[in-house]
Nanobody, 119 residues
Framework: QVQLVESGGGLVQAGGSLRLSCTAS????????MGWFRQAPGKERAFVAA????????YYADSVKGRFTISRDNAKNTVYLQMNSLKPEDTALYYC????????????WGQGTQVTVSS
């Protein structure tokens, strides 16, 4: 199994920035990619960004392109989400997740970190 611990959430004013971190431990050898998802109150969980563990290819939801940047530090088994120009609609519980090679769904999830953007 893989254990994931997120950090870095908080309260920020619109236009501000936050950086989320997610560190993986356990059976990390089979990780194919790591992603960030978010769930706002009353809404379904939505994809935010993902990064391939090997090669570093990145993927973003249209709603965050140009504002958020996902990166990784393989030596630390950590993925980051730099969030700039935050908007009130970015308010949500943010989760990181890992997907093993050959899997279509994400296998392991963190407990989430709250991001609140005030207007």
């Amino acid at each position: 199994q893989v254990q994931l611990v997120e950090s870095g959430g908080g309260l920020v004013q619109a236009g501000g920035s936050l950086r989320l971190s997610c560190t993986a431990s356990g059976r990390t050898r089979n990780i194919y990619d790591m992603g960030w998802f978010r769930q706002a109150p009353g809404k379904e969980r939505a994809f935010v960004a993902a990064i391939a563990w090997s090669g570093g290819r990145t993927y973003y939801a249209d709603s965050v392109k140009g504002r958020f940047t996902i990166s990784r530090d393989n030596a630390k088994n950590t993925v980051y989400l730099q969030m700039n120009s935050l908007k009130p609609e970015d308010t949500a519980l943010y989760y990181c997740a890992t997907r093993n090679r050959g899997h279509s769904d994400y296998d392991y999830w963190g407990q989430g970190t709250q991001v609140t953007v005030s207007s």
